[in-house]
């Protein structure tokens, strides 16, 4: 059986390497993944990171508009790396909200600062009423974009 968790652990350390090296390396990701000893965890690992790296410009502006105050820019790279990834798999997977939410705090308690899990929590908190508001709004619709604007 596949361990979610371990997963998305093992896809947060491929995004902060492929984010401090400003690339989606393969090869780097091959060599982050391969102490996981397991295939399956591996290809899940990197099926997250590629997602969440494609889906990060969205979910870096998603950020910048609901915590001005903190940009992606600012925010330590872990943080910023799992915000990334929980705002990609709230939005494309069928995952519960509050199990993302959850481990999105379990990885940001585990990973980053002692500040950072309120910070993490508050930032997905308002990333969800928008998801949910947007898809009831616009049933069938993508709820990707974060801001209306991108529709004109």
């Not at 609901?66 to 915000?83: E, H, M, T």
């Amino acid at each position: 059986m596949l361990n979610r968790r371990k997963a998305r652990e093992l896809a947060l350390q491929v995004l902060f390497a492929w984010d401090a090296h400003g690339e989606n390396d393969l090869a780097m990701a091959q060599q982050v993944t391969h102490d996981a000893n397991d295939d399956q965890l591996s290809r899940e690992a990197m099926r997250i990171a590629g997602g969440t790296w494609s889906n990060r410009e969205v979910a870096d502006n998603w950020v910048l508009r609901l915590a001005p105050q903190w940009p992606p820019r600012r925010q330590p790279g872990v943080d910023r790396n799992i915000l990334r990834l929980a705002v990609w798999e709230l939005t494309h997977t069928e995952t519960p909200p509050k199990v993302v939410i959850d481990e999105a705090i379990e990885l940001a308690k585990n990973y980053s600062t002692e500040q950072s899990p309120s910070f993490v929590n508050g930032v997905l908190d308002a990333v969800l009423k928008e998801v949910k508001t947007l898809t009831e709004e616009k049933p069938g619709a993508s709820s990707q974009k974060p801001d209306s604007s991108s529709d004109v």
